[in-house]
């Protein structure tokens, strides 16, 4: 692989799920994207989703696929909906049912993003929102969380991730280290600071659990936390990626950012010193669903790779473990 071609492994872009539009086209082509989030709603059923992803597959070098995810949570957070694909009920609901009967459901749903050519799902949310809190906007707010204790949240995290592990879905636990306590959603408001988690809060442990359980994709949040490293965005904090997720909970899979292309949380840093500091931070893999910002990832990531030895290692060591992955997944031949 050329040095831009490992950089495209480090970062997952735009497809909306309607269907493949020209910068994604762009992206994969002259970016070399290695993973596609299918973004945006849709009621067209698995026949259709199944079009959408050969046509990305086709896109990309026959011995390295793509990583093709969504947000198949349930509740207000199901992407994909229509026929082949089951009304999957939202995580507060799925957190009333056993774990075993939810590891059961799990595998339903992953085999219905299986069979519509979708290998990576952006769940289970590890959350916790604790008991008695009243908004709280990206998780609590939307009915994400599967319980208000990180044990029933440890519980049901670990048996969705189990179940679509069952159907061969790679599963994401997020949002690392929690935005169960924040009173912003950072998609939309900047400045969401989290004054409560510290580095071995005891609402780690769902994600110490699904680390545990091997889950493969651990998506880090936006959020500022002022307990461990005040001031610092989780993605571009070293204590957070590399001391906390890689050292303290023993991580080694891939880890991937929340979006940082249309987050309000991180909109004044340009955007390809985004990418640059999730890198540096520790991070192997940075979303956007702003298709915009792909280029100035790539071309950063490029430049500064070329002039340093010491994050061309980093990117190295970033693509290789994308690609680990992968190959654990049967997307890579020779």
């Given at each position: 692989?050329?040095?831009?071609?490992?950089?495209?492994?480090?970062?997952?872009?735009?497809?909306?799920?309607?269907?493949?539009?020209?910068?994604?086209?762009?992206?994969?082509?002259?970016?070399?994207?290695?993973?596609?989030?299918?973004?945006?709603?849709?009621?067209?059923?698995v026949t259709h989703i199944r079009g959408v992803t050969r046509q990305l597959q086709e896109l990309a070098p026959a011995h390295v696929r793509l990583f093709i995810a969504t947000d198949?949570?349930?509740?207000?957070?199901?992407?994909?909906?229509?026929?082949?694909?089951?009304?999957?009920?939202?995580?507060?609901?799925?957190?009333?049912?056993?774990?075993?009967?939810?590891?059961?459901?799990?595998?339903?749903?992953?085999?219905?993003?299986?069979?519509?050519?979708?290998?990576?799902?952006?769940?289970?949310?590890?959350?916790?929102?604790p008991p008695g809190n009243q908004s709280n906007p990206p998780i609590g707010d939307l009915d994400r969380e599967y319980g208000r204790t990180p044990r029933r949240v440890s519980s049901i995290g670990v048996a969705v991730a189990n179940g679509l592990a069952d159907a061969r879905i790679a599963s994401t636990a997020k949002h690392f280290p929690g935005l169960g306590r924040v009173a912003g959603n950072t998609d939309t408001t900047s400045g969401v600071t989290d004054t409560v988690t510290t580095r071995h809060d005891a609402y780690l442990q769902p994600f110490a659990a699904a680390v545990r359980a091997g889950v493969p994709f651990v998506m880090v949040s936006t959020a500022d936390y002022s307990r461990i490293d005040p001031g610092t965005p989780a993605i571009f904090s070293r204590t957070i990626v590399s001391g906390m997720l890689r050292g303290d909970l023993g991580f080694r899979g891939v880890i991937v950012t929340d979006d940082i292309g249309a987050a309000a949380q991180v909109a004044n840093v340009p955007p390809g010193l985004r990418a640059v500091r999730?890198?540096?931070?520790?991070?192997?893999?940075?979303?956007?669903?702003?298709?915009?910002?792909?280029?100035?990832?790539?071309?950063?990531?490029?430049?500064?790779?070329?002039?340093?030895?010491?994050?061309?290692?980093?990117?190295?060591?970033?693509?290789?473990?994308?690609?680990?992955?992968?190959?654990?997944?049967?997307?890579?031949?020779?």
């Open positions: 692989m050329s040095l831009a071609q490992r950089v495209g492994q480090l970062l997952m872009v735009d497809c909306p799920s309607a269907g493949v539009s020209s910068s994604t086209i762009d992206s994969i082509r002259t970016y070399h994207a290695g993973s596609v989030i299918l973004d945006g709603n849709n009621t067209q059923g198949q949570e349930g509740g207000l957070v199901q992407r994909l909906k229509g026929p082949g694909f089951a009304t999957i009920p939202s995580a507060v609901e799925q957190g009333q049912q056993t774990p075993s009967a939810v590891r059961s459901f799990a595998r339903e749903w992953g085999s219905e993003l299986r069979s519509a050519g979708v290998n990576l799902d952006l769940a289970p949310v590890l959350d916790t929102v999730f890198i540096q931070a520790g991070g192997t893999m940075a979303l956007t669903v702003s298709p915009s910002t792909v280029a100035p990832m790539a071309t950063r990531l490029l430049e500064r790779a070329q002039r340093n030895t010491a994050f061309r290692n980093m990117v190295n060591a970033a693509a290789l473990t994308v690609l680990r992955a992968k190959a654990a997944r049967g997307l890579l031949s020779s």
